[in-house]
């Protein structure tokens, strides 16, 4: 199959979305399948075709927003080289810019498409109206991304049963929308894959020591994130555990903020900010590591959790829906609502050895459930509905077409 792949991120990029498409990437060409990319130019306003032109990067201009640009709905530059591509199906996985074009393309060239929801877009209103007409703004992102999904796709993905239940309960959403988690490489965060005298290495930089117990979050570090939350709980925990440190992986808009609040805090020696860490090297902090944790419940999945359990990391996170499809609560990791019940959650990890090592190996299996073997299957059902459904819908007409111009046949009945 020819699959056409649309996203405005994209490696070089680091978020979950680019993770995402990466490892379907990835997946799907493992099966065989030839994988188109339309994506965005990082580097400058310049058209760039990459691996004999298997990817095309448009230019576009910054929003503001991270790294995210935004590109023209129909770059005439890219047209000719994606006709050429003959695609089977295109899939789009943004709803704006890049994803207006995988719409048109998709109208013109008479290609199903099919689209991933990614974002929960109405917690990132406050980046765009500064605490200004919320209200009213989330209700013009509800407008547009049911426009989009509702009228242009043929069929729609969704990572967890919370993006699920947005749209058919709250959208009303008509169409079928099917749940695919996004898979992930997991033998590269296999503990035995890594290097000893990497991990090491790393711990002296950190200044670890190896009684060390470290609680770590991975991720982008910004308002919706509640990396607040861990912060405020650490203050108890550093206290009664001092052996206990809390690393902060990532960088983002609030960097600095949470710097300056864990000296605030009175725990800036027991938290460790690694800022920004390369793709390839991640593996290696979670291998350092002895369980994850999110406060976060702006996730529409929550890659960074099964990445964890990959590892054979024990997760403690937020009840919230995108994380009960994986977290199986006093089995793998524990999920919390209040701040009492994640120091309790935490406590118990650090305190009981045989429940830590239970829940690493049962992690370890989860995460298993999520490679990119069956990844690539369930998308890969997907498409072939789609398809099958265009092909339906042409027989439809052709046979409509065919009643105009001969009228019924006096034989049926």
Request: proline content about 4%.
């Amino acid at each position: 199959m020819r699959i056409g792949i649309f996203t405005d991120t994209y490696p070089p990029f680091i978020n979950g979305v680019s993770t995402s498409i990466s490892m379907l990437e990835k997946a799907l060409k493992k099966k065989g399948h030839q994988v188109f990319i339309v994506t965005v130019n990082p580097e400058n306003m310049s058209y760039k075709y990459e691996n004999y032109d298997h990817i095309i990067r448009i230019p576009g201009i910054p929003t503001g927003i991270y790294d995210y640009r935004l590109t023209g709905i129909y770059p005439l530059r890219a047209i000719n080289k994606i006709k050429k591509w003959n695609l089977d199906i295109i899939h789009s996985h943004t709803e704006f810019g890049i994803g207006t074009f995988a719409r048109i393309m998709a109208k013109q060239l008479d290609i199903p498409l099919v689209h991933t929801y990614h974002t929960m877009y109405e917690d990132y209103v406050h980046y765009i109206t500064k605490g200004h007409f919320d209200k009213s703004s989330k209700k013009v992102v509800e407008y547009l991304t049911k426009f989009y999904c509702d009228k242009t796709a043929s069929e729609l993905i969704v990572p967890s049963k919370k993006t699920y239940d947005l749209f058919k309960e709250k959208y009303r959403f008509e169409k079928n929308v099917h749940i695919v988690p996004t898979g992930i490489d997991v033998e590269r965060f296999y503990h035995e894959r890594l290097k000893h005298d990497d991990l090491i290495a790393i711990k002296q930089e950190l200044g670890l020591k190896p009684e060390d117990f470290v609680i770590t979050y991975v991720g982008r570090l910004a308002k919706e994130k509640s990396v607040e939350f861990l912060l405020e709980t650490h203050v108890e925990i550093a206290k009664k555990y001092p052996h206990c440190k809390l690393m902060i992986v990532g960088s983002g808009p609030d960097y600095e903020h949470f710097i300056q609040m864990s000296h605030d805090l009175g725990i800036e020696k027991s938290v460790i900010f690694t800022n920004a860490i390369p793709w390839e090297e991640i593996p290696n902090y979670y291998g350092i590591s002895n369980v994850f944790v999110t406060a976060s419940k702006t996730e529409t999945q929550g890659l960074t959790v099964l990445e964890a359990m990959a590892a054979s990391l024990p997760v403690v996170c937020v009840d919230d829906e995108s994380f009960r499809d994986v977290v199986v609560d006093g089995l793998n990791g524990y999920l919390f609502k209040t701040k009492r019940q994640y120091r309790s959650s935490i406590e118990l990890l650090i305190t009981d050895k045989e429940k830590l090592h239970r829940m690493q190996r049962q992690a370890r299996i989860t995460g298993d459930e999520h490679s990119l073997k069956y990844y690539a299957e369930k998308v890969l059902d997907v498409y072939y509905s789609a398809i099958e459904a265009k092909q339906n819908e042409k027989k439809f007409i052709d046979k409509i077409k065919d009643v105009v111009k001969y009228g019924f046949d006096d034989h049926e009945e």
